[in-house]
């Protein structure tokens, strides 16, 4: 059974937020009233893909990332996901907080290119953070910020830090790629 979109669009909310959400901000963010966004939720509590700590709270459960984490992409998402963001939604390197090194990528393989030459500091400062994986969840690629948050649970640092980092993104990049032009990825 497929959800619609409404309820993956609450459920990613949810996820990238990383905290109990009100039924009124998720409806907020969704563009919906109240009541549906309700309904929404209370049915996927029903069905397992999000809890309820107390009333009118809302978190994601390990199955309803699971949903959202899906592998299945097809070719029109594959597009999505590797088309670029505008500047004010580019993923913007720093080394620490205030520390700005004016690097900045706008789509997955802009991201690929300056993970290659950016500050390893910089990486080592944004992973524990969880940066790359909200970066990759406002893509909309759900299982590269699931990929990301297993580098981040690994505890590499340094150049092994970037090595990983690099053939994930690339990876991931390459498979979006083949997905996008109809090819079949191996």
Not at 70 to 86: M, N
Request: glycine share 6%.
């Amino acid at each position: 059974m497929s959800l619609s979109e409404v309820k993956m669009k609450a459920l990613a909310l949810l996820w990238k937020t990383g905290k109990q959400a009100k039924s009124r901000e998720l409806a907020q963010q969704l563009g919906l009233r109240v009541p549906p966004t309700t309904l929404h939720l209370l049915w996927l509590k029903k069905k397992g893909y999000v809890f309820s700590p107390e009333k009118g709270l809302y978190a994601i459960t390990e199955k309803g990332k699971e949903v959202l984490v899906s592998p299945k992409i097809d070719r029109k998402q594959a597009l999505q996901i590797l088309s670029s963001v505008p500047r004010e939604k580019a993923f913007h390197f720093h080394r620490d907080i205030d520390q700005y090194l004016r690097t900045y990528a706008t789509n997955l393989s802009e991201f690929c290119d300056k993970i290659q030459v950016v500050d390893v500091n910089s990486l080592e400062f944004h992973l524990p953070r969880k940066d790359f994986e909200l970066w990759f969840l406002g893509l909309g690629d759900f299982e590269l910020a699931k990929k990301m948050s297993v580098i981040r649970n690994s505890g590499l640092l340094g150049e092994n830090l970037r090595k990983r980092v690099y053939e994930v993104v690339k990876s991931r990049c390459k498979e979006l790629e083949s997905l996008a032009s109809g090819l079949n990825y191996v």
